[in-house]
């Protein structure tokens, strides 16, 4: 994967926190690690919201392949 440069101003407080708990990590893997994070938790609310349809079915409405009810409590029994 290609670096790039990047000079920008932070909170200082944010920034001796982070280098506190990565002791030893300098900046830049601090910045790519918390770039990682924001990436990960947007795409993990993507996937959230795209399960969030099947709160909108009527779990006692049958489809081709039973009901959401039967599919949830076959899921949590496994």
Do not use: C, K
Request: cysteine-free; hydrophobic content about 40%.
């Amino acid at each position: 994967m290609g670096r790039v440069r990047v000079s920008t101003t932070v909170s200082s407080e944010l920034l001796e926190q982070a280098r506190r708990l990565r002791e030893g990590a300098n900046d830049a893997t601090l910045l790519d690690e918390a770039l990682d994070a924001l990436v990960s938790r947007h795409r993990a609310s993507e996937i959230d919201a795209r399960y969030a349809a099947y709160d909108e079915l009527p779990e006692d409405g049958p489809d081709d392949w039973g009901t959401l009810a039967d599919f949830r409590a076959a899921a949590g029994s496994q």
